[in-house]
């Protein structure tokens, strides 16, 4: 079975600063997908990044970038310029080849963005 | 489109009764999926649908749970005798195929007291 682990159950940034949130994962598959969503409180979940694993490029999405160690198993998201609005619970997860919607999800990473 | 639309938005109900839930997916969409969310944690898989057909339940899901999606369009999950511990927030996502991005409701929370 497939397993994410998110070892910062929180997590702060000043205002403009970059924070990174972690993520680990354990598989045996060869073909699958990691995301990362952003759960703001009372909202729905909203997908913030993907990564193919078949793709060595670090996948970026405007001010969200990952850095993705397939060896060591890692999947790292990097928030720049951070701005309040950022501020939400977010969710590492994992997909198989499949289908992109069945999801196995980490812990979570409470992010608080100071002023 | 208005997305993934999930109600009622909270359920109060007591210990034994049954409570339905209802999810409507975006419409173009043949996939959806139910998960359960508790308090500080992450969302856990527990079945999901292609058109009607529903392919795959989770342990979780137990023979008290049983999911419907008549036709291939709206989705609603039953909760029988319900019991303290299946409080939780319960989410539906739904996607175009396989390998679309899955689109999140807003979860319907459920509180048994």
């Known amino acids: 079975a497939q397993t994410v682990t998110q070892s910062q159950p929180e997590m702060s940034v000043q205002e403009a600063e970059t924070v990174t949130l972690s993520c680990t994962y354990d598989?045996?598959?060869?073909?699958?997908?990691l995301f990362w969503y952003k759960q703001p409180p009372s909202r729905q979940m909203i997908l913030v990044i993907r990564q193919e694993a078949y793709k060595q490029q670090n996948a970026t999405e405007n001010r969200f970038s990952v850095n993705f160690q397939k060896a060591a198993k890692s999947f790292s998201l990097k928030i720049s310029d951070s701005q309040l609005g950022d501020a939400a619970m977010y969710f590492c997860?994992?997909?198989?080849?499949?289908?992109?919607?069945?999801?196995?999800f980490g812990q979570g990473t409470i992010l608080t963005v100071h002023p | 489109d208005t997305g993934v639309s999930q109600n009622p938005r909270h359920k109060i109900t007591k210990r034994g009764q049954n409570v339905t839930f209802r999810c409507d997916p975006i419409?173009?969409?043949?996939?959806l999926y139910w998960y359960r969310q508790t308090l500080g944690q992450g969302p856990e898989f527990l079945t999901y649908f292609q058109n009607e057909a529903q392919l795959e339940k989770s342990r979780l899901l137990s023979d008290r749970f049983s999911a419907e999606r008549p036709k291939g369009s709206f989705s609603t999950l039953e909760i029988q005798r319900t019991e303290q511990g299946d409080s939780a927030m319960y989410l539906c996502?739904?996607?175009?195929?396989?390998?679309?991005?899955?689109?999140f409701g807003q979860g319907t929370r459920l509180t048994v007291v």
């Open positions: 419409s173009e969409h043949n996939r």
């Open positions: 996502a739904s996607s175009f195929q396989g390998r679309g991005e899955a689109f």
């Open positions: 997860a994992y997909a198989g080849g499949t289908s992109y919607g069945k999801l196995t």
């Open positions: 598989t045996s598959e060869s073909d699958y997908y």
